[in-house]
């Protein structure tokens, strides 16, 4: 489900599926979009913060189009105890992979790796970005 | 610190575009006159081989190579490379005066950061800016990087690195009265190319920008990102446009004016050491 901005509509909220990962998706190359995500987590309720929650940051191929600080992104992962991942929409390859993490997250957050739940994988996470 | 206003008078008011440029091996300040000498030769030589520049009457490039002392910023610095090539056309009166057509000059404004850690025999002056046509930048560049076994790089500013130049600018105090403080975004993904100039009065960028910074002489990005969603903000009361989400390819203030492509054009000699320190930090970094 994509959403531009949250909170989502309250007027559907009965057909809504269970939400198992909210990626908050932020374009480099538009300090609006992180404006944009920085409003929106208000609207997130703080169990998604458990392990729920990553952000994606897109356009960092482009290293002369930046408007964003990447220090103000890292820090807001820091913030809200979640992921960052960085990558480019505009190749193939990078997209694909991406895609691929995302959903294997995804499975993670929704239950269905046994073993593994939301909260231990973000802290393995957290622990390789520092190494 | 001051540069000679005089010396320097000719670096105002041209569009430069950026370089930078990896330390220079083996140039030795002494020799510029046989430098001058070798590049004229192979200046010569390529428009011999069809690499002509002009088509039209048949010009005799001179190359001339001087230092401009006063342009840096520490001890560390290298003083400035100055490279002007000159046209004089041949079959005209004795008296004919030598033509500017190119300019180009290498420097270094505390880039303490990139001299410091340089092995012996290396020069380092990372910026370059060149004024005239794109041919002769090519040769020049390509001379210096065959004989000093260095490699230039066009520099581009990123919309981040133009709101910091655009918020430190607008600050600065300037005695008469000064042209808008302008900011031209370019708006993405749609069919026709779209343009916006947002031109704000320079007193009222000055005034805002003096209730966001905290300690004169000191500029954090915090500072610069009010300062920047003041302005964003302020447009979009007007015209319910988010200008954040546009890119921001050029500013304009009284003291200077760049562009994302790497353009820039430096209006007011007092502070024309602490834009080329601003330059020569980019350029370390694209460097690195």
Not at chain 2, 39 to 55: P, R
Not at chain 2, 147 to 159: Q, V, Y
Request: glycine content about 6%; proline content about 4%.
């Amino acid at each position: 489900h994509l959403a531009t901005s949250l909170p989502l509509p309250s007027e559907r909220d009965h057909l809504r599926p269970r939400i198992d990962l909210v990626v908050f998706m932020i374009d480099i190359k538009s300090k609006y979009s992180l404006k944009n995500v920085e409003t929106s987590l208000a609207h997130v309720d703080a169990r998604f913060f458990l392990g729920k929650v990553c952000f994606l940051v897109t356009g960092v191929g482009r290293v002369n189009a930046c408007s964003i600080e990447t220090n103000a992104v890292c820090k807001l992962g820091e913030t809200y105890c979640s992921p960052v991942l960085f990558c480019e929409l505009e190749l193939e390859g990078v997209r694909a992979a991406t895609a691929q993490r995302l959903v294997r997250m995804l499975a993670i957050c929704a239950g269905h790796i046994p073993g593994v739940s939301a909260l231990s994988f973000v802290s393995l996470m957290r622990k390789s970005d520092d190494d | 610190e001051k540069a000679d206003p005089q010396k320097t008078a000719f670096l105002l008011r041209k569009a430069w575009t950026l370089y930078s440029v990896t330390p220079m091996y083996g140039f030795r300040r002494a020799r510029l006159r046989d430098y001058a000498r070798l590049l004229g030769a192979f200046i010569a030589a390529e428009k011999h081989k069809g690499l002509a520049v002009e088509v039209g009457v048949e010009l005799d490039i001179k190359v001339a190579l001087s230092s401009l002392a006063d342009i840096r910023g520490s001890e560390l610095d290298q003083a400035a490379l100055l490279v002007q090539l000159s046209s004089r056309s041949q079959g005209s009166s004795r008296n004919s005066e030598d033509k500017p057509v190119w300019w180009g000059w290498f420097c270094s404004v505390f880039g303490d950061e990139l001299s410091e850690n340089v092995p012996e025999h290396f020069t380092c002056l990372p910026l370059f800016l060149s004024h005239g046509a794109e041919s002769y930048t090519a040769l020049v560049g390509s001379w210096f990087q065959k004989t000093f076994d260095c490699c230039f790089r066009r520099l581009a500013i990123s919309p981040l690195n133009l709101s910091w130049m655009v918020a430190m600018w607008a600050g600065c105090k300037l005695d008469r009265a000064a042209s808008a403080v302008e900011l031209v975004f370019s708006v993405p993904r749609l069919a026709q190319p779209l343009d916006i100039s947002y031109a704000i009065h320079p007193e009222d960028a000055k005034a805002l920008w003096d209730t966001v910074q905290k300690t004169p002489g000191e500029i954090t990005q915090e500072e610069v990102d009010v300062f920047m969603d003041c302005l964003y903000a302020h447009f979009h009361r007007h015209f319910k446009i988010h200008l954040s989400a546009a890119k921001l390819v050029k500013v304009s203030t009284a003291i200077a004016s760049a562009h994302c492509d790497g353009i820039v054009k430096i209006l007011h000699s007092q502070y024309l050491p602490g834009v080329l320190m601003l330059l020569t930090e980019l350029a370390i970094s694209q460097i690195q």
